[in-house]
């Protein structure tokens, strides 16, 4: 019996997705893992959709098909994920890196006046590292400072500094926010954790049982590290320094409650590309 054809299995794979409640992604997704299991770029598979698929690979594909439709994340079965012009190592140790979360790096690039002044930036619980890093890659003479309490996150981070060619730029430091930190910075940007912890268990298999809590918990309402990260922006930034922060997109409103009450009065709401409250910004004084 002849092998089927890759196109065969492509489709065969996309409906086990969809099975599996993936919907929409099932396609891009069986795409993105044919990839992987046969080592073949988009351009190179589109070209051989029509050969057999030898049996090695095919079981490749079937055993990274069970791990996605078991809703494991994508990003962790391939081990990397897109972000912003960069390609970031990703583990259960971080967040996967978002699209929304580019809002951020777009504010923070649209706050500095000089992309080629010689900027200090600090980021607040990088996780993977990606704002700091997405900020670096476009500020050729800034430097920054990421902190994260997590060891495991710390370690991801300075990998994917290496990975881009940037770990000469980037200091890392294991701290609670920005605990023992003293220097002043230019920018200060953060996606702290904002998800209410009773929201937490009705989202997606793919971020309750596969992302790191410490980095998804915000509280009883979301809410609970903005007043102490806007204290530590009073503390940390330079005067005239900026200060962008990643928020949910219901909580605009709120946080810039809350930002006004720790004495930015020129705080200001950031959309995303789906038009929704997805950063704040304000200035130092």
């Given at each position: 019996?002849?092998?089927?054809?890759?196109?065969?299995?492509?489709?065969?794979?996309?409906?086990?997705?969809?099975?599996?409640?993936?919907?929409?992604?099932?396609?891009?997704?069986?795409?993105?893992?044919?990839?992987?299991?046969?080592?073949?770029?988009?351009?190179?598979?589109?070209?051989?959709?029509?050969?057999?698929?030898?049996?090695?690979?095919?079981?490749?594909?079937?055993?990274?098909?069970?791990?996605?439709?078991?809703?494991?994340?994508?990003?962790?079965?391939?081990?990397?994920?897109?972000?912003?012009?960069?390609?970031?190592?990703?583990?259960?140790?971080?967040?996967?890196?978002?699209?929304?979360?580019?809002?951020?790096?777009?504010?923070?690039?649209?706050?500095?006046?000089?992309?080629?002044?010689?900027?200090?930036?600090?980021?607040?619980?990088?996780?993977?590292?990606?704002?700091?890093?997405?900020?670096?890659?476009?500020?050729?003479?800034?430097?920054?400072?990421?902190?994260?309490?997590?060891?495991?996150?710390?370690?991801?981070?300075?990998?994917?500094?290496?990975?881009?060619?940037?770990?000469?730029?980037?200091?890392?430091?294991?701290?609670s926010w920005a605990d023992g930190v003293d220097s002043r910075f230019d920018l200060v940007v953060s996606n702290p954790p904002y998800i209410a912890s009773?929201?937490?268990?009705?989202?997606?298999?793919?971020?309750?049982?596969?992302?790191?809590?410490?980095?998804?918990?915000?509280?009883?309402?979301?809410?609970?590290?903005?007043?102490?990260?806007?204290?530590?922006?009073?503390?940390?930034?330079?005067?005239?320094?900026?200060?962008?922060?990643?928020?949910?997109?219901?909580?605009?409103?709120?946080?810039?409650?809350?930002?006004?009450?720790?004495?930015?009065?020129?705080?200001?709401?950031?959309?995303?590309?789906?038009?929704?409250?997805?950063?704040l910004v304000f200035r130092q004084g």
């Open positions: 019996m002849s092998a089927p054809a890759r196109r065969e299995a492509l489709r065969a794979g996309a409906a086990r997705l969809r099975a599996a409640g993936l919907g929409d992604e099932a396609e891009g997704d069986a795409r993105r893992l044919m990839e992987v299991a046969s080592g073949l770029d988009g351009a190179s598979l589109l070209a051989r959709l029509n050969a057999p698929m030898p049996g090695e690979e095919a079981a490749r594909f079937d055993a990274l098909l069970a791990r996605r439709a078991a809703r494991e994340p994508l990003s962790h079965i391939i081990g990397s994920v897109g972000f912003w012009t960069l390609d970031l190592i990703v583990t259960r140790d971080v967040l996967t890196p978002r699209p929304d979360t580019e809002t951020v790096v777009e504010a923070a690039l649209a706050a500095a006046a000089d992309r080629n002044a010689p900027l200090e930036i600090l980021d607040i619980a990088t996780g993977s590292g990606a704002i700091a890093l997405a900020l670096l890659s476009e500020l050729p003479n800034a430097r920054a400072v990421a902190t994260d309490l997590s060891a495991g996150a710390l370690a991801v981070a300075r990998d994917n500094a290496a990975h881009n060619g940037l770990a000469d730029r980037i200091g890392f430091i294991e701290t009773a929201v937490i268990e009705t989202l997606a298999p793919e971020v309750k049982d596969h992302e790191p809590r410490l980095a998804l918990d915000g509280g009883p309402d979301g809410l609970a590290p903005y007043p102490h990260l806007f204290a530590e922006a009073k503390r940390l930034l330079k005067a005239g320094g900026a200060a962008v922060f990643e928020i949910g997109y219901d909580q605009g409103h709120a946080a810039l409650s809350l930002a006004r009450a720790a004495g930015f009065g020129n705080a200001a709401l950031r959309r995303d590309l789906g038009g929704r409250h997805r950063a």
